[in-house]
């Protein structure tokens, strides 16, 4: 009987496996993000009232960005059906995505929130608050 290749066996086992990745958004940017989308409002919107900042700034910690060859099943929302409060006109990149951008569901505190990005295989999910 002959053996299988140490190679053949590995690109087996990494092949079998579904395909998915996770992005975070990098905290460092915080204050670029939020400059985006508030500009000169964010002094008075943001960072005045420290609880609300802490708020912000916790969502960056509780959102990954995922892209996965699996499709998404159960409750979740697509991303286009979102109000954003700067109209975008970019091709999605988890690199480049700023989610104070749009009205998503940050605040909930009982189960985590998904939304799939429209013809991608990315999926945002924002875990509930705690």
């Known amino acids: 009987m002959k053996q299988v290749s140490p190679f053949l066996m590995l690109l087996f086992l990494v092949t079998s496996f ?21 500009g000169e409002r964010a002094q008075d919107l943001i960072y005045k009232d420290s609880k609300v900042l802490e708020t912000y700034k916790s969502i960056l910690n509780r959102l990954e960005i995922i892209k996965s060859s699996e499709e998404v099943k159960g409750d979740y929302q697509f991303l286009s059906t979102v109000p954003s409060y700067k109209p975008l006109n970019q091709v999605f990149s988890p690199k480049n995505f700023n989610p ?16 799939v990005v429209d013809n991608t295989e990315y999926v945002i999910l924002i875990k509930p608050l705690k």
């Not at 998915?20 to 989308?37: H, R, W």
């Not at 104070?100 to 939304?115: A, G, I, L, Q, S």
């Open 18 to 38: 579904t395909y998915s990745q996770t992005f975070k958004i990098d905290s460092a940017n915080f204050d670029e993000l939020i400059a985006q989308v508030y």
């Open 100 to 115: 104070y951008n749009y009205k998503m569901d940050f605040f909930r505190k009982d189960e985590t929130v998904y939304y």
